[in-house]
């Protein structure tokens, strides 16, 4: 079973949609969660950094943490055709001299249809 | 500002020959430095980190080799390239001081072994 587990997709959905985008964990020792968004051919751009159980919002996104389910979850609000891109979910234990260990899932694959 | 440099971005190599990836950050010091190497199709996986010069670790058993010669450059090396060393290596960074501190990825090296 791998540590962290993200549906594939592809996610095809109208603009002006909400999309949800989700991962399921093992490792109860994950204390920081991140989602990054990837553009083809490029590199992760950070999009949210969640610690704690429990929603964060900044703009059209949001971040969830249930971590006595094992789940987190990214919102995406008037989804735009700009937002088409893969979506990785990350996380992390306790850094080691303040390096971090990400372990990434999969990656969904969406696409906004304008 | 933080800016993150890899280069090339793109390179075509055949099996055996050697490899040399580098990676530089501008504008932070003492940087805790990552290389991932994420497959077609695939989440990243964390090849190696280092929390300071000449200090490497490495997560997966494989065919390459990093190192730090200067506190903001970090260099992966092979020396006989295989067909399954093909894929796309990111460089990412972190503040040296915290174990919560947020990755941020540089723009990619996409490798093709054939």
């Known amino acids: 079973q791998k540590e962290v587990e993200q549906d594939p997709g592809p996610l095809s959905v109208p603009e002006g949609a909400i999309v949800s985008l989700n991962c399921t964990y093992s490792?109860?020792?994950?204390?920081?969660f991140m989602w990054y968004r990837q553009y083809s051919r490029k590199g992760p751009e950070l999009l949210m950094y969640?610690?704690?159980?429990g929603n964060k919002e900044d703009g059209r996104f949001t971040a969830q943490v249930d971590k006595s389910s094992k789940y987190i979850s990214l919102f995406i609000r008037d989804s735009q055709p700009s937002d088409s891109a893969t979506y990785l979910c990350?996380?992390?234990?306790?850094?080691?001299?303040?390096?971090?260990?990400?372990?990434f899932g999969q990656g969904t694959r969406l696409t906004i249809n304008p | 500002s933080q800016t993150i440099h890899q280069w090339p971005a793109t390179l075509v190599q055949p099996v055996g020959s050697p490899l040399s990836l580098e990676c530089t950050v501008e504008g932070t010091s003492n940087p805790n430095l990552y290389w991932y190497r994420q497959a077609a199709g695939r989440g990243l996986q964390l090849l190696f980190y280092s929390v300071g010069i000449g200090q490497i670790s490495s997560e997966v058993p494989q065919n390459l080799s990093a190192s730090r010669p200067q506190d903001r450059q970090f260099i992966l090396s092979s020396k006989k390239l295989l067909l399954s060393d093909s894929g796309f290596y990111l460089c990412?960074?972190?503040?040296?001081?915290?174990?919560?501190?947020?990755?941020?990825f540089g723009p990619g090296t996409r490798l093709t072994v054939l």
């Open positions: 969640t610690y704690s159980s």
């Open positions: 990412a960074w972190s503040y040296g001081t915290s174990g919560r501190s947020q990755q941020f």
């Open positions: 990350a996380m992390s234990a306790w850094g080691i001299q303040g390096a971090q260990k990400l372990v």
């Open positions: 490792n109860s020792a994950f204390q920081y």
